[in-house]
């Protein structure tokens, strides 16, 4: 089983559609949690990161972390063409060092 | 400052071939990463850097790959002999600290995609 799971999608949305992307975990030591977004042919860039459970507000992104459900979400408002890249959310436990598990990424795509 | 860079961005070797993949990280970033991402699966952590020292190389698939930072700068990853399952994307990355201190500088780069044929 793997240690976190993410759908691979694809979502399809229009524009201006909130959207919803998930991940589940099962490691209960994870503290860390964050979301990256890939462009085609670019590497992980950080959208957000929480720190244990709650909220986290940046824009038009909302994070979630419900470390007793062991799940985590990332909200989009007002989805842009531009926001069309695969998400993928990654976890590291309280450690001195960043080590990321990852998921294995949603792929979004925004019609316009 | 200037981003993580990695070299090659494309490479196809035949199998039983050696390839280097070089990675330099941001000026003044301790910590450096190699992560993996094969066909359809996840990226995984193959071994973290700290300065010249290997902090963890638990993620490293087996012998046949060799990670070095000499001098603490720039990186290497060489696969020998490569075989046709080590296809994939490598990604390198770099931080200023190896723990969260609000300020998080993970940066990537764009990856080396490999190709063993």
């Known amino acids: 089983q793997k240690e976190v799971e993410q759908d691979p999608g694809p979502l399809s949305v229009p524009e201006g559609a909130i959207v919803s992307l998930n991940c589940t975990y099962s490691?209960?030591?994870?503290?860390?949690f964050m979301w990256y977004r890939q462009y085609s042919r670019k590497g992980p860039e950080l959208l957000m990161y929480t720190y244990s459970s709650g909220n986290k507000e940046d824009g038009r992104f909302t994070a979630q972390v419900d470390k007793s459900s062991k799940y985590i979400s990332l909200f989009i408002r007002d989805s842009q063409p531009s926001d069309s890249a695969t998400y993928l959310c990654?976890?590291?436990?309280?450690?001195?060092?960043?080590?990321?598990?990852f998921g294995t990424g949603t792929r979004l795509l925004v019609s316009p | 400052e200037a981003g993580v860079t990695q070299f090659p961005s494309h490479s196809v070797i035949e199998k039983g071939q050696t390839v280097t993949l070089r990675c330099d990280p941001i000026?003044?970033?301790?910590?450096l990463y190699w992560y993996r991402r094969v066909m359809g699966k996840e990226i995984k952590f193959l071994l973290h850097f700290v300065k010249e020292s290997k902090q963890d190389e638990s993620g490293m698939p087996n012998n046949r790959f060799l990670a070095e930072r000499t001098g603490g700068t720039y990186s290497t990853l060489k696969v020998q002999p490569a075989e046709l399952e080590d296809s994939g994307v490598y990604f390198c990355a770099s931080s200023r600290r190896s723990f969260f201190d609000g300020n998080y500088g993970y940066t990537f780069g764009s990856g080396t995609r490999l190709t063993v044929v």
């Open positions: 490691n209960s030591a994870f503290q860390y």
């Open positions: 000026s003044g970033h301790d910590n």
């Open positions: 990654a976890m590291s436990g309280h450690t001195g060092f960043q080590k990321l598990v």
